[in-house]
């Protein structure tokens, strides 16, 4: 029902900084969780952070825990990552994913490249 669409990806330097967007068509009160996912090839596709749409509680991989901040702006019908002192370990496409108790919705994905 709701799309996702995901926007903010590209190339980065190792140390730098990005910030991912995840508009929705509908309002995200339709989710009662929101999250960014992500996969690299030949990799599974991993649990970046999550939050939940009304309380606010966050949840990161250990991975990017003081690195990665997710929020939602639920006038604005978005979801965003913003990505800090970025490493290539974290080259990936990245998806947003919507969840409720019926549906899981994801995005197209959006390409993360970090390369010195």
């Known amino acids: 029902q709701v799309q996702l669409v995901e926007s903010g990806g590209g190339l980065v330097q190792p140390g730098g900084s990005l910030r991912l967007s995840c508009a929705a068509s509908?309002?995200?009160?339709?989710?009662?969780?929101m999250g960014w996912y992500r996969q690299a090839p030949g990799k599974q596709r991993e649990l970046v952070a999550d939050?939940?749409?009304?309380?606010?509680?966050?949840n990161y991989a250990d991975s990017v825990k003081g690195r990665f901040t997710i929020s939602r702006d639920i006038a604005e019908k978005a979801l965003y990552l913003q990505m800090n002192s970025l490493k290539f370990e974290d080259t990936a496409v990245y998806y947003c994913?919507?969840?409720?108790?019926?549906?899981?919705?994801w995005g197209q994905g959006t390409q993360v490249t970090v390369s010195s």
């Open positions: 939050i939940s749409v009304v309380g606010g509680i966050t």
């Open positions: 994913n919507g969840q409720t108790s019926r549906n899981t919705l």
């Open positions: 509908g309002s995200i009160f339709n989710f009662g969780k």
